[in-house]
């Protein structure tokens, strides 16, 4: 076993481990200062945000997660990582916009958080006590990049637009009665993008098969509805 963890036998949070996650925040807001203030403190409801907490069910900042420290909220330093990528993760689950500035930024922070967490935290300990990004994870966000670039033949609107966030969502909040009987596990393209900067996919094949799902649930819903053709 690593040091660390033969010390006491605790995986759980220590001074020393919280102090390595001081240093990682601090890090970020050195080395990336003009972009981290945007991660800073909890988005807004105001009237550019009003429907962020429709698409973002576990809202994260910097300043929340330094407050935890503070505080001692953290149990392992899985949860303090976990906090911390879903700040990225969330950037870009909200943001889909085409072309939408905020998501090569959250990338390259994101890219940046791997890198001190690797330093301050794996190299530390001798050990990785953190789940790991998935070995393709940048390559699967240049491809959800594609996707969300992609526009219908006649209107040039975006294609992808009713497959980034829950159905629920574009349901007014709810799914409709019958929607989970034919789609027992509902899917978007947001949802795969906290999954994949949350660390959840620990090999390519449950990343392709959710984007796989997303539109396969759409088929099975709308083919044998009236107003069903411009969705399948």
């Known amino acids: 076993p690593s040091a660390s963890i033969a010390e006491g036998g605790s995986t759980g949070m220590t001074e020393r481990r919280k102090a390595a996650c001081y240093k990682v925040l601090q890090g970020l807001r050195r080395r990336r200062a003009k972009d981290v203030v945007w991660f800073n403190k909890p988005a807004t409801s105001d009237k550019y945000l009003s429907d962020y907490a429709a698409k973002i069910p576990k809202p994260m900042d910097l300043g929340t997660i330094t407050t935890k420290l503070d505080n ?4 392992d330093l899985s949860s303090f990582v976990l906090d911390l990528r879903r700040v990225w993760g969330n950037c870009l689950r909200y943001n889909t916009g085409m072309s939408d500035s905020f998501r090569p930024m959250a990338r390259e922070i994101a890219l940046l958080a791997e890198q001190l967490m690797a330093w301050y935290l794996v190299k530390a300990e001798g050990t990785q006590m953190y789940p790991p990004l998935l070995y ?14 992609v526009t219908n033949p006649g209107d ?4 992808a637009h009713y497959f980034l966030h829950p159905a629920s969502f574009y349901f007014g909040g709810k799914l409709p009665a019958d929607y989970l009987s034919t789609n027992p596990t509902p899917m978007d393209f947001g949802s795969i993008t906290s999954n994949l900067l949350e660390g959840n996919y620990q090999s390519i094949e449950p990343f392709c098969r959710d984007c796989r799902l997303v539109l396969e649930n759409c088929t099975n819903y709308y083919s044998n509805k009236h107003d069903g053709e411009v969705y399948v």
């Open 72 to 75: 001692d909220k953290y149990a």
């Open 136 to 149: 393709c994870w940048g390559f699967c966000l240049h491809l959800l990049d594609r996707l969300l670039n």
């Open 156 to 159: 040039k609107l975006q294609t």
